[in-house]
């Protein structure tokens, strides 16, 4: 079990006598006074590094708060653990004969879930655990007809990585108001492929990161795949057989770790029927890692495609069917490339990893894992600048609650209108 100092709760008196201690004296910032009327307290959290001090302030007689101090006095309460997975950690603990409070985690303050560990266990300690909210996601299927082609955003579950590698040189004070990092400082992320139909077939944009993980790798990326690509395309009433073009914008895991699965004849193309549409040059690169981006290449993800003999390989810029074009943008990869879908007069945009989040629509939030940060800026700011001249439709592979939107500029100010 890994687990880290949330806060330490101190039952006070007064919380205006014990300000002029903790914030007077000592000259801490104090937050906003929060009432927790279901535990019958008045609470100032005040922070110290990555955890805080809660001052706790009865507001009725049968508080425990109250009880707490009419029978030792005033002083400290309680001490909060944040853990990960609190169901595990409740189960380890009664497991040992330790006496929990509660018998199930239950909903405590801020939708966190809590159990408390009894005193007598603690030696004297009331020991309190949480996990901390769910950061909400959304993967639920959008259909956006274009013209003569009909978009469905899927998805293959979600995954996390680094807060800071995902906002490279945006330091974590301004990333942070928008995107809350887990305690391995991690960011939640969607992965969400999207299909094309049209009436030469059907396409899937990337597809995600499959499987064929390792228990070290599953921890690492904390992959949630309960519902996955499969079950994303049953819903839009199809299965793997039903693609005919699987396109690549690189070969990251993250974007193609889903074309191959393993079999009990080994790997094997994802997509029985389909035709994988890669640019060369990209997979010379997938390849022939280097130290900076071999963690992202895993060959088992598109090597055993050419074995099978189902790769169309080209080369530049161009129409991989009617309506769909790629476009080399460089940056994340050496050959990264963005999908223009055109029909009816609208153009929509598949970024990839050159907007991955709605997060990212600032010009210089641009991912530390990008090769080449320079062309990535270039391109993002002529692409973002086209997308909200000429309201291009945006899809955001990355982002855990918006699939596909336009990015608006107003006062100064860009953000991005949702399409559901
Ligand atoms: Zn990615």
């Known amino acids: ?42 609470a100032r959290s005040v922070p110290v590094g990555q955890a805080a001090l809660e001052l706790l302030e009865a507001t009725s007689p049968d508080s425990a708060i109250s009880r707490y101090i009419e029978a030792r006095g005033p002083g400290m309460h309680h001490i909060t653990l ?14 040992r004969g330790v006496r929990l409070v509660d018998p199930e985690p239950r909903v405590g303050a801020e939708g966190a879930l809590v159990v408390f560990v009894h005193p007598s266990s603690a030696h004297g300690v009331l020991v309190e655990l949480k996990q901390g909210a769910r950061v909400p996601s959304d993967l639920s299927l959008t259909r956006i007809r274009l013209g003569d082609l009909q978009l469905t955003s899927l998805h293959d579950g979600l995954f996390r990585l680094d807060g800071g590698a995902m906002f490279g040189v945006v330091p974590r004070t301004m990333w942070e108001k928008t995107t809350a990092a887990d305690d391995r400082h991690r960011i939640q992320l969607a992965m969400r492929p999207l299909l094309v139909e049209g009436e030469w077939g059907r396409m899937i944009i990337d597809c995600g990161a499959g499987d064929k993980w390792t228990p070290k ?50 790997l094997a193309p994802r997509f029985p029927r389909a035709r994988y549409a890669i640019r060369v040059a990209e997979w010379l690169d997938a390849l022939h890692p280097h130290e900076r981006n071999r963690a992202s290449y895993l060959g088992d993800n598109f090597v055993p495609l050419k074995d099978a003999g189902v790769v169309d390989f080209y080369e530049n810029d161009q129409t991989i069917r009617p309506g769909v074009r790629v476009v080399r943008t460089g940056g994340h990869t050496g050959q990264h490339q963005i999908v223009y879908i055109e029909s009816g007069g609208r153009t929509a945009v598949f970024t990839a990893d050159l907007i991955p989040t709605t997060a990212h629509i600032h010009d210089p939030w641009i991912m530390g894992y990008d090769l080449f940060p320079m062309e990535t800026l270039v391109v993002k700011k002529r692409v973002i600048r086209e997308a909200i001249d000429r309201e291009h439709l945006i899809f955001f592979e990355h982002d855990p609650l918006v699939a596909a939107g336009y990015i608006r500029e107003r006062d100064g100010r860009r953000f991005v209108e949702p399409v559901r």
Request: glycine share 8%.
């Open 1 to 42: 079990m890994r687990a880290i100092l949330d806060h330490v709760g101190i039952a006070v008196q007064d919380l205006e006598l014990a300000l002029k201690f903790y914030r007077d004296a000592l000259g801490l910032e104090v937050e906003a006074p929060e009432e927790v009327a279901s535990q019958r307290v008045r």
């Open 82 to 95: 944040r853990v990960e997975d609190i169901h595990a950690a409740a189960a380890q603990l009664a497991s």
């Open 217 to 266: 790798e599953r921890d690492i990326y904390a992959f949630e795949r309960g519902r996955h690509l499969d079950h994303a395309l049953a819903d839009a009433g199809l299965d793997a057989g039903a693609i005919d073009v699987a396109l690549a914008t690189h070969l990251h895991f993250d974007h193609f770790g889903g074309a191959t699965v393993r079999g009990h004849m080994g």
